[in-house]
Protein backbone atom coordinates (compact mmCIF):
# COMPACT_ATOMS: atom_id res chain seq x y z
CA UNK A 1 0.00 0.00 0.00
CA UNK A 2 1.27 3.16 -0.54
CA UNK A 3 2.73 5.55 2.19
CA UNK A 4 0.16 8.41 2.51
CA UNK A 5 0.78 11.86 4.23
CA UNK A 6 -2.64 12.80 6.74
CA UNK A 7 -2.67 16.02 8.53
CA UNK A 8 -4.63 17.30 10.96
CA UNK A 9 -4.77 21.21 11.75
CA UNK A 10 -6.35 21.77 15.29
CA UNK A 11 -8.44 24.72 16.77
CA UNK A 12 -6.62 27.08 19.14
CA UNK A 13 -8.42 25.24 22.02
CA UNK A 14 -7.79 21.56 20.63
CA UNK A 15 -9.23 18.94 22.93
CA UNK A 16 -5.56 16.72 23.60
CA UNK A 17 -7.30 13.28 24.08
CA UNK A 18 -9.42 13.69 20.66
CA UNK A 19 -6.13 14.36 18.88
CA UNK A 20 -4.35 11.82 20.42
CA UNK A 21 -7.21 9.45 19.03
CA UNK A 22 -6.88 11.16 15.91
CA UNK A 23 -3.18 10.64 15.45
CA UNK A 24 -3.05 6.76 17.00
CA UNK A 25 -5.96 5.74 14.81
CA UNK A 26 -3.99 7.48 11.74
CA UNK A 27 -1.12 5.76 12.51
CA UNK A 28 -2.36 2.66 12.04
CA UNK A 29 -3.05 3.49 8.35
CA UNK A 30 -1.06 6.40 7.15
CA UNK A 31 2.46 6.78 6.61
CA UNK A 32 3.16 10.03 8.44
CA UNK A 33 0.77 11.80 10.48
CA UNK A 34 1.29 15.46 11.66
CA UNK A 35 -0.99 17.41 13.94
CA UNK A 36 -0.42 21.19 13.50
CA UNK A 37 -2.99 23.86 15.95
CA UNK A 38 -3.56 26.57 13.45
CA UNK A 39 -1.68 29.53 15.91
CA UNK A 40 1.35 27.51 14.73
CA UNK A 41 0.84 27.68 10.94
CA UNK A 42 2.32 29.83 8.67
CA UNK A 43 -0.14 30.43 5.45
CA UNK A 44 2.74 32.33 2.64
CA UNK A 45 2.44 33.19 -0.54
CA UNK A 46 5.18 31.92 -2.74
CA UNK A 47 5.56 31.71 -6.69
CA UNK A 48 1.93 32.14 -7.05
CA UNK A 49 1.03 29.34 -4.78
CA UNK A 50 -0.51 29.40 -1.34
CA UNK A 51 1.55 27.36 1.74
CA UNK A 52 0.52 26.02 4.90
CA UNK A 53 3.53 25.66 6.35
CA UNK A 54 4.57 23.58 10.07
CA UNK A 55 7.85 22.84 11.03
CA UNK A 56 9.19 23.47 7.69
CA UNK A 57 6.56 21.27 6.51
CA UNK A 58 3.33 22.22 3.25
CA UNK A 59 0.13 20.33 4.70
CA UNK A 60 -0.76 21.26 1.40
CA UNK A 61 1.87 19.02 -0.50
CA UNK A 62 -0.02 15.93 1.62
CA UNK A 63 -3.03 13.45 0.70
CA UNK A 64 -5.31 14.43 3.70
CA UNK A 65 -5.97 17.94 5.27
CA UNK A 66 -8.72 17.82 7.84
CA UNK A 67 -9.21 20.84 9.80
CA UNK A 68 -10.91 20.61 13.13
CA UNK A 69 -12.05 24.25 13.78
CA UNK A 70 -14.53 26.61 15.78
CA UNK A 71 -16.09 29.75 16.14
CA UNK A 72 -13.20 30.82 18.04
CA UNK A 73 -10.49 30.31 14.88
CA UNK A 74 -11.69 32.39 12.24
CA UNK A 75 -9.90 34.76 10.71
CA UNK A 76 -7.14 32.34 10.07
CA UNK A 77 -9.60 29.53 9.75
CA UNK A 78 -11.10 31.35 6.60
CA UNK A 79 -7.75 31.85 4.81
CA UNK A 80 -6.53 28.45 6.06
CA UNK A 81 -9.70 26.58 4.41
CA UNK A 82 -9.51 29.18 1.15
CA UNK A 83 -5.58 27.92 0.68
CA UNK A 84 -6.74 24.28 0.90
CA UNK A 85 -9.95 24.77 -1.35
CA UNK A 86 -6.79 25.76 -4.07
CA UNK A 87 -4.77 22.69 -3.48
CA UNK A 88 -4.54 19.13 -4.29
CA UNK A 89 -5.41 17.71 -1.03
CA UNK A 90 -8.68 16.23 -0.02
CA UNK A 91 -10.55 17.83 2.77
CA UNK A 92 -13.80 16.33 4.17
CA UNK A 93 -15.10 19.99 5.22
CA UNK A 94 -15.24 23.29 3.45
CA UNK A 95 -14.62 27.59 3.78
CA UNK A 96 -18.58 27.29 3.06
CA UNK A 97 -19.71 24.62 5.62
CA UNK A 98 -17.45 26.26 7.96
CA UNK A 99 -19.18 29.52 7.71
CA UNK A 100 -22.96 28.37 7.84
CA UNK A 101 -22.39 25.87 10.96
CA UNK A 102 -20.38 28.58 12.50
CA UNK A 103 -23.95 30.12 12.46
CA UNK A 104 -26.86 28.67 14.07
CA UNK A 105 -29.81 30.54 12.38
CA UNK A 106 -27.49 29.80 9.08
CA UNK A 107 -27.42 26.76 9.43
CA UNK A 108 -31.28 26.49 10.23
CA UNK A 109 -32.47 28.62 7.28
CA UNK A 110 -29.96 26.87 4.84
CA UNK A 111 -31.64 23.59 5.99
CA UNK A 112 -34.84 24.74 6.26
CA UNK A 113 -34.70 25.85 1.98
CA UNK A 114 -33.54 22.38 1.19
CA UNK A 115 -36.85 20.80 2.99
CA UNK A 116 -34.86 19.25 6.09
CA UNK A 117 -36.96 18.94 9.15
CA UNK A 118 -35.64 21.47 11.83
CA UNK A 119 -36.70 23.54 14.47
CA UNK A 120 -37.53 26.61 13.58
CA UNK A 121 -35.74 29.44 14.36
CA UNK A 122 -35.72 33.60 13.58
CA UNK A 123 -32.47 36.08 14.20
CA UNK A 124 -32.99 38.88 16.17
CA UNK A 125 -30.61 41.56 16.30
CA UNK A 126 -32.39 44.75 18.28
CA UNK A 127 -32.24 44.41 21.79
CA UNK A 128 -36.25 45.57 21.57
CA UNK A 129 -37.47 42.27 20.38
CA UNK A 130 -38.34 40.71 23.48
CA UNK A 131 -42.18 41.10 22.74
CA UNK A 132 -41.91 39.93 19.66
CA UNK A 133 -39.94 36.63 20.59
CA UNK A 134 -42.43 36.23 22.92
CA UNK A 135 -45.10 36.22 20.20
CA UNK A 136 -43.49 33.81 18.16
CA UNK A 137 -42.54 31.07 20.01
CA UNK A 138 -44.21 31.70 23.72
CA UNK A 139 -42.52 31.07 26.78
CA UNK A 140 -40.13 29.36 28.33
CA UNK A 141 -38.11 29.90 24.94
CA UNK A 142 -34.61 28.82 24.12
CA UNK A 143 -32.20 32.00 22.76
CA UNK A 144 -28.88 31.44 21.26
CA UNK A 145 -25.80 33.10 20.26
CA UNK A 146 -24.67 32.30 17.00
CA UNK A 147 -21.39 30.93 17.36
CA UNK A 148 -21.71 29.39 20.67
CA UNK A 149 -20.86 25.76 21.11
CA UNK A 150 -20.68 22.72 23.98
CA UNK A 151 -23.81 24.03 25.36
CA UNK A 152 -21.94 27.32 26.31
CA UNK A 153 -24.67 29.95 24.34
CA UNK A 154 -27.71 28.18 24.51
CA UNK A 155 -29.91 30.03 27.43
CA UNK A 156 -33.44 28.67 28.71
CA UNK A 157 -35.57 31.65 28.98
CA UNK A 158 -38.60 31.59 31.38
CA UNK A 159 -40.25 35.59 31.41
CA UNK A 160 -40.11 38.24 29.48
CA UNK A 161 -37.72 40.51 32.14
CA UNK A 162 -35.30 37.69 32.12
CA UNK A 163 -34.83 37.96 28.18
CA UNK A 164 -34.91 41.59 28.30
CA UNK A 165 -31.91 41.77 30.19
CA UNK A 166 -30.28 39.00 28.38
CA UNK A 167 -30.75 40.86 24.62
CA UNK A 168 -29.27 44.21 26.72
CA UNK A 169 -26.24 41.83 27.32
CA UNK A 170 -25.71 40.45 24.04
CA UNK A 171 -26.44 43.86 22.59
CA UNK A 172 -23.43 45.18 24.56
CA UNK A 173 -21.42 42.38 23.21
CA UNK A 174 -22.09 43.25 19.88
CA UNK A 175 -23.86 39.40 19.50
CA UNK A 176 -26.44 38.43 17.93
CA UNK A 177 -29.44 36.39 18.87
CA UNK A 178 -31.17 33.22 17.10
CA UNK A 179 -34.60 32.37 19.00
CA UNK A 180 -36.13 28.64 19.38
CA UNK A 181 -39.55 27.30 20.99
CA UNK A 182 -38.41 25.31 23.61
CA UNK A 183 -39.15 21.19 23.10
CA UNK A 184 -40.57 19.95 25.94
CA UNK A 185 -39.01 17.44 28.16
CA UNK A 186 -36.65 16.22 26.52
CA UNK A 187 -33.14 16.61 28.35
CA UNK A 188 -32.01 14.69 25.49
CA UNK A 189 -31.05 14.41 21.18
CA UNK A 190 -29.64 12.38 18.62
CA UNK A 191 -26.28 13.17 17.11
CA UNK A 192 -26.01 11.57 14.46
CA UNK A 193 -22.26 11.54 12.99
CA UNK A 194 -22.04 11.81 9.32
CA UNK A 195 -18.75 10.32 7.93
CA UNK A 196 -18.86 9.54 4.04
CA UNK A 197 -21.85 7.48 3.61
CA UNK A 198 -22.11 5.96 7.20
CA UNK A 199 -24.26 7.64 9.68
CA UNK A 200 -23.40 6.44 13.43
CA UNK A 201 -26.16 7.39 16.04
CA UNK A 202 -25.66 8.49 19.37
CA UNK A 203 -27.92 9.38 22.21
CA UNK A 204 -26.86 11.90 24.61
CA UNK A 205 -28.90 12.35 27.74
CA UNK A 206 -28.20 15.44 30.48
CA UNK A 207 -27.46 14.94 33.40
CA UNK A 208 -29.81 15.40 36.26
CA UNK A 209 -31.55 18.96 36.40
CA UNK A 210 -29.97 19.70 33.37
CA UNK A 211 -31.93 20.48 30.09
CA UNK A 212 -28.98 20.30 27.74
CA UNK A 213 -27.90 17.08 26.58
CA UNK A 214 -24.41 18.24 25.68
CA UNK A 215 -21.65 15.51 26.93
CA UNK A 216 -19.49 19.12 27.85
CA UNK A 217 -22.39 20.22 30.13
CA UNK A 218 -21.74 16.45 32.28
CA UNK A 219 -24.16 14.62 29.57
CA UNK A 220 -23.75 10.95 28.90
CA UNK A 221 -23.69 9.30 25.46
CA UNK A 222 -25.01 5.84 24.12
CA UNK A 223 -24.73 4.39 20.53
CA UNK A 224 -28.21 3.42 19.47
CA UNK A 225 -29.64 1.99 16.20
CA UNK A 226 -29.99 4.28 13.13
CA UNK A 227 -33.64 4.39 12.00
CA UNK A 228 -34.22 5.71 8.31
CA UNK A 229 -35.62 8.97 9.60
CA UNK A 230 -32.36 9.91 11.03
CA UNK A 231 -30.35 8.61 8.29
CA UNK A 232 -32.56 10.82 5.55
CA UNK A 233 -32.24 13.68 7.56
CA UNK A 234 -28.16 13.42 8.26
CA UNK A 235 -27.08 12.58 5.07
CA UNK A 236 -29.48 15.07 3.26
CA UNK A 237 -28.03 17.91 5.58
CA UNK A 238 -24.44 16.80 4.98
CA UNK A 239 -24.71 17.02 1.66
CA UNK A 240 -26.79 20.20 1.40
CA UNK A 241 -23.51 21.28 3.41
CA UNK A 242 -21.00 19.76 1.28
CA UNK A 243 -19.39 17.77 4.28
CA UNK A 244 -17.62 14.48 4.34
CA UNK A 245 -17.73 14.69 7.70
CA UNK A 246 -19.77 16.26 10.49
CA UNK A 247 -22.57 15.35 13.49
CA UNK A 248 -26.06 16.79 12.81
CA UNK A 249 -28.29 17.18 16.02
CA UNK A 250 -31.94 16.26 16.05
CA UNK A 251 -34.16 16.83 18.66
CA UNK A 252 -37.89 14.63 18.84
CA UNK A 253 -40.43 17.15 18.32
CA UNK A 254 -44.58 16.04 17.98
CA UNK A 255 -43.99 15.52 14.03
CA UNK A 256 -40.72 13.99 13.62
CA UNK A 257 -36.92 14.33 14.53
CA UNK A 258 -35.47 17.86 13.88
CA UNK A 259 -32.18 19.51 13.28
CA UNK A 260 -31.10 21.86 16.11
CA UNK A 261 -27.38 22.29 15.01
CA UNK A 262 -24.47 20.76 12.57
CA UNK A 263 -21.47 20.24 14.22
CA UNK A 264 -18.06 20.93 12.03
CA UNK A 265 -15.14 19.81 14.62
CA UNK A 266 -18.01 16.93 16.42
CA UNK A 267 -16.14 15.72 19.21
CA UNK A 268 -15.99 11.82 19.28
CA UNK A 269 -17.13 11.31 22.77
CA UNK A 270 -14.50 8.82 23.89
CA UNK A 271 -15.12 8.59 27.67
CA UNK A 272 -18.49 7.22 26.02
CA UNK A 273 -18.00 5.53 22.51
CA UNK A 274 -14.08 4.83 22.89
CA UNK A 275 -12.29 5.32 19.39
CA UNK A 276 -15.51 4.45 17.17
CA UNK A 277 -15.95 7.69 16.32
CA UNK A 278 -12.35 8.59 15.11
CA UNK A 279 -11.57 5.14 14.02
CA UNK A 280 -14.23 5.62 11.28
CA UNK A 281 -13.48 9.14 10.55
CA UNK A 282 -9.25 8.04 9.86
CA UNK A 283 -10.37 4.92 8.04
CA UNK A 284 -13.07 7.12 5.86
CA UNK A 285 -9.94 10.09 5.27
CA UNK A 286 -7.63 7.15 3.84
CA UNK A 287 -9.96 5.46 1.29
CA UNK A 288 -10.91 8.84 0.01
CA UNK A 289 -6.81 9.74 -0.27
CA UNK A 290 -6.25 6.31 -1.62
CA UNK A 291 -9.55 6.89 -4.47
CA UNK A 292 -8.19 10.83 -5.45
CA UNK A 293 -4.28 8.89 -5.59
CA UNK A 294 -5.83 6.58 -8.18
CA UNK A 295 -7.84 9.56 -9.88
CA UNK A 296 -4.40 11.46 -10.48
CA UNK A 297 -2.43 8.71 -11.66
N1 LIG B 1 -35.07 24.37 21.03
C1 LIG B 1 -34.62 23.53 21.97
N2 LIG B 1 -35.48 22.90 22.81
C2 LIG B 1 -35.04 22.06 23.77
N3 LIG B 1 -33.73 21.79 23.99
C3 LIG B 1 -32.82 22.39 23.18
C4 LIG B 1 -33.22 23.29 22.14
N4 LIG B 1 -32.10 23.73 21.52
C5 LIG B 1 -31.06 23.16 22.15
N5 LIG B 1 -31.48 22.34 23.14
C6 LIG B 1 -30.60 21.55 24.05
O1 LIG B 1 -29.41 22.30 24.27
C7 LIG B 1 -28.27 21.60 23.77
C8 LIG B 1 -27.30 22.59 23.12
O2 LIG B 1 -27.90 23.27 22.04
P1 LIG B 1 -27.17 23.49 20.64
O3 LIG B 1 -28.03 24.36 19.81
O4 LIG B 1 -26.80 22.16 20.08
O5 LIG B 1 -25.87 24.32 21.06
P2 LIG B 1 -24.34 23.91 21.21
O6 LIG B 1 -23.70 24.30 19.92
O7 LIG B 1 -23.83 24.72 22.33
O8 LIG B 1 -24.28 22.42 21.44
C9 LIG B 1 -28.83 20.59 22.79
O9 LIG B 1 -27.99 19.48 22.68
C10 LIG B 1 -30.18 20.25 23.40
O10 LIG B 1 -30.05 19.26 24.41
MG1 LIG C 1 -24.98 21.01 20.00
Not at 29 to 44: E, H, M, Q, R, S
Not at 215 to 230: D, F, L, Q, Y
Not at 243 to 248: D, E, F, K, L, W
Amino acid sequence: MPKLKFAIIGSKNYKTSTVKSLVDEGKKLFGKVTFAPIDKIKLVFEDNQAKLLFRGLNLLDYDVCYPRLSSKDYVLGEAVLKAIAGSNVYCPVNLRSYQVTNHKYYTIKELSNAKIPIVKSSLFTSPDSAKQIINEFGMPVVVKTLSGFAGKGVILVENEKQLDSILDAVHLFEEFISAQKFVKGKNSDIRCYVIGKRVIGVKRIGKQGEWRANVSRGGSAEEIPVTKEMEKIAIDSAKMLKMGICAVDLIETKSGLAVIEVNFMPGPFQKYLGNLITKEMVEFLHKKALKRLAQNK
